[in-house]
């Protein structure tokens, strides 16, 4: 049965996802429609990459993904159909296929379904729901889109590195107020060199020890792990990390190694 997911920030409250789930239905009955999220901070691109990335590869190949962040319509902006590792993504052009992907796709056409442009006042059903549809039955991107070399650039922070000291930031705060960091897993081991080490954030709080999963210490103690998204996680048992210990998108946590 062919498959397409839905990551956007239309929330719950209005008709809007409704509409685009209509829309998909319309043209494709008995699709298979599964929502990632709809929960993404308005315009919110690195967040909406971050969860995609996560989250597609694990569904059949073939699957087509539709993204619904910063789509609506401009002169100047252009909605694409991209391949990636046998996956298809409906989206514009807005830096986050860059933020997602960690190699070149395997094709980009930029769309030319367009229709009337005085009545385009919702492209994820004007045209992306088009996109997807086409692309879920079989269809090529060559028919809906015109080949195209590259994709808008739209760089995620990195961490700093030195010899002993990794200096990243916190870039996902998940439904269980899990903080996350843009240290990856290979980068912190790559670094570790089996070393111990001392991970510091805000209020001077420190962490020395690498769990496995979260219920490794007692409810109500903080722990750091490497969780499902292979990047370093400061967590609470059973607790609110973000709220407790004070931790927000964009702050500086630094994990030094010791000799």
């Known amino acids: 049965m062919a498959v397409i997911t839905l990551t956007t920030d239309l929330g719950y409250k209005d008709f809007y996802q409704a509409a685009l789930k209509g829309s998909i239905l319309s043209i ?66 807005n830096g986050i296929f860059s933020l997602m992907f960690e190699g070149d796709p395997e094709e980009i056409v930029e769309l030319n379904i367009m229709q009337d442009l005085k009545f385009l006042h919702f492209p994820l059903t004007d045209i992306f729901a088009k996109a997807a549809c086409h692309l879920a039955a079989g ?10 070399n590259e994709l808008q650039q739209k760089m995620m922070l990195q961490p700093v590195i030195e010899k002993d000291l990794i200096k990243g930031s916190v870039i996902y705060i998940d439904s269980f107020q899990n903080v996350i960091t843009n240290i990856s897993k290979d980068l912190f081991s790559q670094v570790q060199k089996n070393r111990t080490f001392t991970l510091t954030f805000k209020r001077n709080e420190k962490i020395t020890h690498l769990s496995w999963h979260y219920n490794e210490v007692p409810e109500g103690e903080k722990l750091c792990l490497f969780g499902i998204s292979n990047h370093l996680e400061i967590a609470i048992n059973k607790g609110n990390a973000s709220g407790l210990l004070g931790l927000h998108i964009g702050d500086i946590v630094r994990v030094e190694f010791h000799s």
């Open 28 to 93: 494709m009955p008995g699709v298979n429609i599964i929502d990632i999220t709809h929960n993404i901070s308005a315009f919110n691109i690195p967040q909406a990459a971050f969860v995609l990335k996560n989250a597609f590869h694990y569904f059949p190949k073939g699957t087509v993904h539709l993204i619904g962040i910063d789509s609506v319509y401009h002169e100047s902006t252009r909605y694409l159909a991209v391949k990636y590792r046998n996956h298809y993504f409906v989206g514009s052009d």
């Open 139 to 148: 269809g090529s991107a060559a028919e809906i889109g015109i080949p195209v």
